[in-house]
């Protein structure tokens, strides 16, 4: 059987190459099964998405954990334990990461001793936030299964109620990857039968129950997504180290996939706690370094960090979190 896990953010294409891929080998006569795995409309967060196929009926359920292949679309995941993208990697596991850094270099950052390879993309393409359909052509390739025309039909199946134009941009980077990783075909091999001697429960996490009287309201008129608090929905928060920031706000407030952080007249940035969703884009980005992920059940009743010299007051009620 073999085991794919891919990984970016939302907004990348993720879900989509799984889905390019899982037909692309059912297309090829293979059981498949293909699903992501995100939170609730968290663009910019970390998510993944799984493909299996087999030539049998496939038994397995849930999240790959011993991957033959995993590919990385956006490489500022690698440290983030939450992506969890180097979770079940072997020595027989092919990485296959954007980057431009050479494999050698990630080889010896992760300690890895399993093949690495850099996912090929043109200028224009590396440039575009959907990167999807070449992360599936890379993929195709590299399982060495999947013939070229069964990629281009499986493309046009997952995106062709999008209009021409989007089918033939994503043809374009999907058949360019697929073509690019050549001399690399059939290096990812099927993985063995995980047997129930071999399992392992997961390691649970209990949760409060919140108690609700009334469901919420459902905000369906226009330009009201800024009544909506966006910020509950956070595990970690940013918080910014004002001795550390440098005022490079151009950076973190750019990058927000949610316009979450705000820019004073001096340059410092502000983050809007009430739509900020948690997905550590500005941590990870921080030139400096100045913003840091703290758990929101370690905030008690504290605010955000404040500015050196500003005096020391509560937190409006929005920015707090309930004991």
Not at 10 to 17: D, E, N, R, S
Request: with cysteine; glycine share 8%.
């Amino acid at each position: 059987m073999y085991r794919i896990r891919f990984h970016g953010r939302g907004g990348q294409g993720i879900k989509t190459a799984s889905q390019m891929l899982g037909t692309a080998l059912f297309l090829e006569g293979y059981e498949v099964q293909d699903a992501p795995r995100y939170g609730a409309e968290r663009r910019g967060a970390p998510i993944f998405a799984y493909v299996r196929a087999a030539r049998a009926p496939i038994q397995e359920r849930g999240v790959i954990t011993r991957p033959d292949l995993v590919v990385v679309a956006d490489e500022t995941l690698v440290p983030v334990p939450a992506a969890g993208v180097l979770q079940g990697i072997s020595e027989r596991t092919v990485l296959l990461i954007q980057s431009a850094e050479a494999p050698e270099e990630w080889r010896q950052r992760l300690k890895l001793r399993g093949p690495i390879l850099n996912l090929p993309l043109a200028a224009e393409i590396a440039e575009s936030p959907l990167v999807g359909a070449a992360c599936a052509g890379a993929a195709a390739r590299l399982l060495g299964v999947i013939r070229r025309h069964s990629l281009e039909r499986s493309i046009r199946d997952e995106i062709g109620k999008l209009g021409a134009s989007a089918v033939r941009s994503n043809l374009e980077q999907a058949l360019a990857t697929y073509d690019a990783m050549a001399e690399h075909a059939g290096v990812v091999s099927e993985g063995l039968a995980v047997t129930a001697a071999d399992y392992s429960p997961p390691e649970w996490v209990d949760l409060p129950f919140e108690g609700a009287r009334l469901s919420a309201p459902d905000i369906s008129s226009p330009a009201s997504s800024e009544l909506v608090n966006t910020g509950a929905w956070r595990t970690h928060r940013p918080v910014i180290d004002y001795e550390l920031c440098n005022r490079c706000s151009w950076v973190c407030s750019t990058l927000c996939p949610d316009s979450a952080i705000r820019v004073g007249p001096d340059h410092t940035p502000h983050i809007d706690y009430d739509h900020c969703k948690g997905c550590m884009l500005c941590v990870t980005v921080c030139p400096p370094h100045a913003i840091r992920a703290e758990p929101e059940t370690a905030r008690g009743t504290q605010g955000p960090v404040p500015e050196p010299g500003a005096a020391r007051t509560q937190a409006p009620a929005s920015e707090r979190t309930p004991r």
